[in-house]
């Protein structure tokens, strides 16, 4: 799976978009990017996955770049409680075939009033 | 809707015994992960299983073994505990893959070992 390359912290203010970005310059054809966050000590939080076409759901949205080498989480409105660590993370799709997820350092949200 | 439950929430052990954590995935996955992580660490892969059999296997110790039972839940059996295991130990679900459909896991809140 291909490495991802975040920023160790960012600040939002509260009602403000946060835009979080990631690298994976060496993303293959058939690798999704996938985004979890992890608030203090709880179980990672699924929160949207791509392949190539941006992706909205009620959480946030997914822009990747057209060269895919790059993508963007935006949370359109950040409040106290997106405080976290968000995690970019790219894998194939197994189908049937399980795999693991790799997790880097991601990047630190820190969402001030 | 339904999440993954994870048992017990709280362990506290001493050196060199044994601990047990179980895990419930969602109603009708049919995989299950296990991952550990370290104080001021990542999440790091353990072992899966996918219907009831071993599928992947990350940085494990020996001394840790597990297992999917036949209703899909699996425990995570830590023998001759060490300092270093102290941890939060994450589960996490994916349904059945149909289709070509992604295998997004979905993670329970997590048990947390401490070992004196």
């Known amino acids: 799976d291909a490495k991802t390359t975040q920023p160790p912290s960012m600040d939002c203010a509260e009602g403000r978009a946060a835009n979080l970005p990631c690298n994976h310059s060496t993303i293959s054809g058939n690798e999704y990017v996938y985004w979890y966050r992890q608030i203090h000590s709880q179980g990672p939080q699924y929160i949207i996955h791509g392949l190539k076409n941006n992706e909205t759901n009620e959480m946030a949205s997914l822009i990747i770049t057209e060269d895919r080498k790059s993508s963007t989480l935006i949370l359109p409105h950040a409040t106290l409680r997106d405080t976290a660590v968000y995690y970019c993370i790219v894998r194939r799709n197994y189908g049937g075939s399980q795999g693991n997820l790799i997790f880097g350092k991601g990047t630190k949200l820190s969402v001030k009033p | 809707a339904a999440g993954v439950i994870q048992s017990p929430r709280h362990l506290i052990k001493e050196k060199r015994e044994t601990a047990t954590l179980k895990c419930y995935p969602i109603?009708?996955?049919?995989?299950v992960y296990w991952y550990q992580q370290g104080p001021g660490q990542d999440p790091q892969f353990l072992i899966s299983f996918y219907e009831k059999m071993q599928s992947d296997k990350g940085s494990i110790p020996d001394r840790f073994s597990a297992q999917q039972f036949s209703d899909y839940h699996s425990e995570l059996n830590m023998s001759s505990l060490e300092l270093g295991d102290s941890a939060l130990y994450f589960c996490?679900?994916?349904?059945?893959?149909?289709?070509?459909?992604?295998?997004?896991?979905?993670f329970g809140p997590g048990t947390r070992l401490t070992v004196l």
């Open positions: 996490a679900s994916t349904p059945p893959q149909r289709g070509g459909s992604t295998d997004t896991q979905y």
């Open positions: 109603p009708r996955h049919d995989t």
